[in-house]
């Protein structure tokens, strides 16, 4: 349905929001055309009426007098407006000169693209006609390593195990922060409410982090951990739920490949050297061991802070292997396999490893993602196969990838570069074409992406608040009119224009279950086909038709972690820092700060530090801090917290707008630093080429 009439003039519209993944339900009501209120839906079957405060900034960037309405060209130093036609031809044009020589096409997606069923539609047929061999994206600044090692032990890349957390009586996060994020590879809004069930049932939440976070603040207990040490977390708890036996796979016990051999490899680990490279205590590691391994039904759950680390992808297979154990893999309360109406594992294949490799590093290609941390190199090194053309859709590399400093000075250089963004961002200053979306109220949505990774089996879909004025285009449009222009260039034939709502009608109604899209869409509240239902091992897609407990491709990682381990107990403490991450309820990665509601209120960009650590350094609280390594530095404003583990100092990203020539007024009356300046392109997760954005060494004095 949506648009209930409350008055004459007043509806009330109801929609997904799209920000961020817990896909939450709003009620926006609208009185003469204008937004006046955005409010929680109370009967959404997922959020039960829960939003943050990004969902009331949805109307102002709607209205943001700083978001591009026109496509614009580069002019030397300014901008003009330019016809759509104009853009897609021009566009095409110097596309098919730069693939006439040496160089390549190549693109960089964004985090919004997961946000937008639509373009998901369009976006084959694009990549196929810019030309470029794998794409970089904001996947492997994320959740690669997460894809990976699913598709390694159970066979398919979208098989995510999602904490049970309804049904769960022990939950253990490691490195994710949902009282900030609102959960991530898991979409669970509502998450405080949540957590408060739990622990009324007698459950319990435990952290882990080196930061005592707001997630840590509601829970049960927290532990800190050294950054980027995880890994000997993970193996601890093997190690212990052996030595206690508490092995106990349960039902799964006959869908185990590879089993015995695992357990055989870990014999040359020993908790004490594990717990003392990790700092959590061996007790604490027993204990955690001693409360999964009880029988009742729990999980543990690892986030960006233990997958944006050189062994992030051991790190999440190794997070399979302990639910395993304990029999909490598909089970009530452990984790379980959503069941989604637009099912991406029924729907794509298992995912590709290898079938080509990045030219400068020879970094395989995973899923057909190549390291977003190589780009800049990508671009500037000379030679056969160099990035001559970027498109950019909906992406920031310039703040959001590491060492981005690098990516905005290769991107001048490029010989064609277009951003498609409605912003003047320090990515999109680059180009010499940015084409706008739509508004955001001027999409509809559907929750395509986040629906295989829902506590609950649900489908939501929502109309455009308001119709497109003839020359605004959604990014689905943008993308088959790009399309076109260079199949038309080409002699071929151009696709035709059908509207995705048609196509993912067509889709839903091949799911098992038999209901339309027109059905979904008259439940403004979602529509709900009940709890997470086991699934195992029906669902499993590998060769062996069972779980893979010890792939070859894991295999080298375990042996260089132990190597790494080895070292480290002979090396001595040096004087460095350890980088974090973090985020706030108020941002979204680099592009909600033009918000003035949401940018209200203290400094968020600070370096926070715990007290010990300031005063070695004679740094007080709020004094300006020099952070500097290799890479680079920043100058940034100290917040003394003994929320932070002493040694580690945390800077949240998605700051740093002071470039000259962003247009983001209201981001740059405090425009923060880039912590991307400091993150490392040189070292990824070799797994999966993810980024490493967590645990980075760096010197820290007062300015
Ligand atoms: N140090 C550090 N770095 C990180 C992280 C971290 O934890 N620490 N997190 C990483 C993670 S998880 C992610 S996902 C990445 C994000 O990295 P990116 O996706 O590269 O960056 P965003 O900040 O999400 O930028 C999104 C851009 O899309 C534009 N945009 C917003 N909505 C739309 C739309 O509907 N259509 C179009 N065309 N454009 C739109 C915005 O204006 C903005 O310019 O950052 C990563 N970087
Ligand atoms: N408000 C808000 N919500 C968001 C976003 C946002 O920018 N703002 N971004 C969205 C996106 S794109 C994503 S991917 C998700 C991310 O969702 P989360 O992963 O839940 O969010 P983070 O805040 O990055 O949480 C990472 C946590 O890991 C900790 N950490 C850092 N290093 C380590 C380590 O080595 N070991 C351990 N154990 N912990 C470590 C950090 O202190 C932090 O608390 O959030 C999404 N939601
Ligand atoms: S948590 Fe906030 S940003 Fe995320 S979907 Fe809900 S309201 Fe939107
Ligand atoms: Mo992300």
Same mark, same amino acid.
């Given at each position: 349905?949506?648009?209930?009439?409350?008055?004459?003039?007043?509806?009330?519209? =109801?929609?997904?929001?799209?920000?961020?993944?817990?896909?939450?339900?709003?009620?926006?009501?609208?009185?003469?055309?204008?937004?006046?209120?955005?409010?929680?839906?109370?009967?959404?079957?997922?959020?039960?009426?829960?939003?943050?405060?990004?969902?009331?900034?949805?109307?102002?960037?709607?209205?943001?007098?700083?978001?591009?309405?026109?496509?614009?060209?580069?002019?030397?130093?300014?901008?003009?407006?330019?016809?759509?036609?104009?853009?897609?031809?021009?566009?095409?044009?110097?596309?098919?000169?730069? !693939?006439?020589?040496? !160089?390549?096409?190549?693109?960089?997606?964004?985090?919004?693209?997961?946000?937008?069923?639509?373009?998901?539609?369009?976006?084959?047929?694009?990549? #196929?006609?810019?030309?470029?061999?794998?794409? /970089?994206?904001?996947?492997?600044?994320?959740?690669?390593?997460?894809?990976?090692?699913?598709?390694?032990? /159970?066979?398919?890349?979208?098989?995510?195990?999602?904490?049970?957390?309804?049904?769960?009586?022990?939950?253990?996060?490691?490195?994710?922060?949902?009282?900030?994020?609102?959960?991530?590879?898991?979409?669970?809004?509502?998450? !405080?409410?949540?957590?408060?069930?739990?622990?009324?049932?007698?459950?319990?939440?435990?952290?882990?982090?080196?930061?005592?976070?707001?997630?840590?603040?509601?829970?049960?207990?927290?532990?800190?951990?050294?950054?980027? +040490?995880? +890994?000997?977390?993970?193996?601890?708890?093997?190690?212990?739920?052996?030595?206690?036996?508490? &092995?106990?796979?349960?039902?799964?016990?006959?869908?185990?490949?590879?089993?015995?051999?695992?357990?055989?490899?870990?014999?040359?680990?020993?908790?004490?050297?594990?717990?003392?490279?990790?700092?959590?205590?061996?007790?604490?590691?027993?204990?955690?061991?001693?409360?999964?391994?009880?029988?009742?039904?729990?999980?543990? /759950?690892?986030?960006?802070?233990?997958?944006?680390?050189?062994?992030?992808?051991?790190?999440?297979?190794? &997070?399979?292997?302990?639910?395993?154990? +304990?029999?909490?893999?598909?089970?009530?309360?452990?984790?379980?396999?959503?069941?989604?109406?637009?099912?991406?594992?029924?729907?794509?294949?298992?995912?590709?490893?290898?079938?080509?490799? %990045?030219?400068?590093?020879?970094?395989?290609?995973?899923?057909?993602?190549?390291? =977003?941390?190589?780009?800049?190199?990508?671009?500037?090194?000379?030679?056969?196969?160099?990035?001559?053309?970027?498109?950019?859709?909906?992406?920031?590399?310039?703040?959001?990838?590491?060492?981005?400093?690098?990516?905005?000075?290769?991107?001048?250089?490029?010989?064609?570069?277009?951003?498609?963004?409605?912003?003047?961002?320090?990515?999109?200053?680059?180009?010499? /074409?940015?084409?706008?979306?739509?508004?955001?109220?001027?999409?509809?949505?559907?929750?395509?992406?986040?629906?295989?990774?829902?506590?609950?089996?649900?489908?939501?879909?929502?109309?455009?608040?308001?119709?497109?004025?003839?020359?605004?285009?959604?990014?689905?449009?943008?993308?088959?009119?790009?399309?076109?222009?260079?199949?038309?260039?080409?002699?071929?034939?151009?696709?035709? !224009?059908?509207?995705?709502?048609?196509?993912?009608?067509?889709?839903?109604?091949?799911?098992?279950?038999?209901?339309?899209?027109?059905?979904?869409?008259?439940?403004?509240?979602?529509?709900?086909?009940?709890?997470?239902?086991?699934?195992?091992?029906?669902?499993?897609? %590998?060769?062996?038709? #069972?779980?893979?407990?010890?792939?070859?491709? &894991?295999?080298?990682?375990?042996?260089?972690?132990?190597?790494?381990? =080895?070292?480290?107990?002979?090396?001595?403490?040096?004087?460095?820092?350890?980088?974090? $991450?973090?985020?706030?309820?108020?941002?979204?990665?680099?592009?909600?700060?033009?918000?003035?509601?949401?940018?209200?209120?203290?400094?968020?960009?600070?370096?926070?530090?715990?007290?010990?650590?300031?005063?070695?350094?004679?740094?007080?609280?709020?004094?300006?801090?020099?952070?500097?390594?290799?890479?680079?530095?920043?100058?940034?404003?100290?917040?003394? %917290?003994?929320?932070?583990?002493?040694?580690?100092?945390?800077?949240?990203?998605?700051?740093?707008? $002071?470039?000259?020539?962003?247009?983001?007024?209201?981001?740059?009356?405090?425009?923060?630093?880039?912590?991307?300046?400091? +993150?490392?392109?040189?070292?990824?997760?070799?797994?999966?080429?993810?980024?490493?954005?967590?645990?980075?060494?760096?010197?820290?004095?007062?300015?």
């Amino acid at each position: 349905m949506t648009n209930a009439q409350k008055n004459a003039n007043e509806i009330i519209h =109801a929609r997904t929001c799209h920000i961020c993944e817990a896909n939450c339900g709003v009620l926006m009501t609208v009185r003469d055309g204008e937004v006046i209120s955005v409010k929680g839906n109370p009967d959404h079957v997922l959020s039960e009426g829960y939003i943050c405060p990004k969902a009331t900034a949805i109307p102002d960037i709607q209205n943001d007098p700083d978001r591009l309405r026109k496509p614009i060209k580069k002019n030397g130093e300014s901008w003009e407006e330019i016809s759509w036609e104009a853009a897609f031809s021009e566009i095409a044009e110097k596309l098919a000169r730069v !693939k006439m020589g040496v !160089k390549v096409p190549s693109v960089y997606l964004g985090n919004p693209n997961a946000h937008n069923y639509a373009t998901n539609f369009y976006m084959r047929g694009f990549l #196929k006609m810019w030309g470029s061999q794998g794409i /970089y994206s904001a996947t492997t600044l994320d959740q690669i390593p997460h894809m990976i090692a699913q598709k390694w032990v /159970y066979g398919h890349n979208a098989m995510y195990p999602v904490p049970d957390i309804d049904r769960s009586e022990y939950l253990v996060i490691v490195g994710g922060n949902p009282m900030a994020s609102n959960g991530s590879i898991w979409t669970v809004p509502n998450f !405080k409410k949540r957590v408060q069930r739990l622990q009324e049932r007698g459950g319990k939440l435990v952290v882990i982090d080196p930061r005592r976070t707001e997630t840590a603040k509601i829970a049960d207990e927290h532990h800190f951990v050294r950054p980027g +040490t995880d +890994t000997a977390l993970f193996l601890g708890i093997l190690k212990s739920l052996q030595s206690q036996d508490l &092995i106990k796979p349960g039902r799964l016990e006959d869908m185990l490949a590879g089993w015995p051999e695992l357990w055989a490899r870990l014999d040359s680990f020993d908790l004490s050297a594990l717990s003392a490279h990790c700092g959590v205590a061996p007790s604490v590691i027993d204990e955690l061991a001693r409360e999964l391994g009880s029988g009742k039904p729990a999980a543990i /759950y690892g986030r960006m802070g233990v997958s944006v680390v050189r062994f992030g992808t051991l790190n999440q297979y190794l &997070i399979q292997m302990i639910n395993v154990a +304990t029999g909490n893999v598909d089970r009530e309360g452990g984790t379980m396999f959503p069941a989604a109406l637009f099912d991406p594992v029924e729907r794509s294949g298992t995912g590709s490893y290898g079938r080509y490799a %990045t030219r400068l590093k020879g970094s395989p290609e995973v899923l057909g993602e190549l390291p =977003a941390a190589e780009l800049a190199a990508e671009m500037t090194t000379p030679g056969d196969g160099q990035i001559g053309a970027l498109v950019v859709l909906a992406g920031n590399p310039v703040l959001s990838a590491p060492g981005g400093q690098h990516i905005g000075k290769a991107l001048e250089d490029l010989e064609l570069m277009v951003s498609i963004d409605m912003y003047v961002t320090e990515t999109s200053m680059h180009a010499d /074409y940015i084409l706008p979306p739509c508004g955001p109220l001027q999409n509809d949505h559907y929750n395509l992406f986040f629906a295989p990774l829902s506590v609950r089996n649900y489908a939501s879909y929502s109309e455009a608040l308001y119709p497109k004025s003839e020359t605004d285009l959604a990014d689905w449009e943008i993308l088959h009119g790009l399309t076109n222009a260079i199949k038309t260039l080409d002699g071929a034939k151009p696709d035709p !224009k059908v509207e995705p709502r048609l196509m993912l009608g067509e889709a839903i109604k091949a799911s098992p279950v038999g209901v339309t899209l027109d059905e979904i869409a008259k439940h403004d509240n979602g529509y709900d086909m009940g709890p997470l239902k086991p699934r195992l091992p029906g669902r499993l897609k %590998t060769e062996h038709g #069972k779980i893979e407990c010890y792939p070859v491709a &894991i295999r080298p990682d375990l042996d260089e972690f132990e190597s790494a381990l =080895a070292a480290s107990m002979n090396s001595a403490n040096d004087n460095n820092f350890l980088l974090i $991450g973090r985020r706030h309820v108020r941002s979204n990665n680099s592009w909600l700060h033009n918000s003035r509601r949401l940018i209200k209120g203290p400094n968020r960009c600070t370096m926070m530090i715990h007290p010990d650590s300031a005063g070695v350094l004679g740094l007080g609280d709020g004094d300006m801090a020099r952070v500097h390594n290799a890479i680079g530095e920043v100058e940034i404003v100290t917040e003394i %917290t003994d929320e932070m583990m002493p040694g580690v100092i945390s800077i949240p990203h998605g700051f740093g707008h $002071g470039h000259k020539g962003v247009k983001l007024s209201v981001a740059q009356e405090r425009p923060g630093v880039s912590c991307n300046d400091l +993150t490392d392109p040189g070292i990824i997760d070799k797994l999966s080429g993810n980024a490493v954005l967590n645990g980075v060494p760096v010197s820290v004095e007062r300015v």
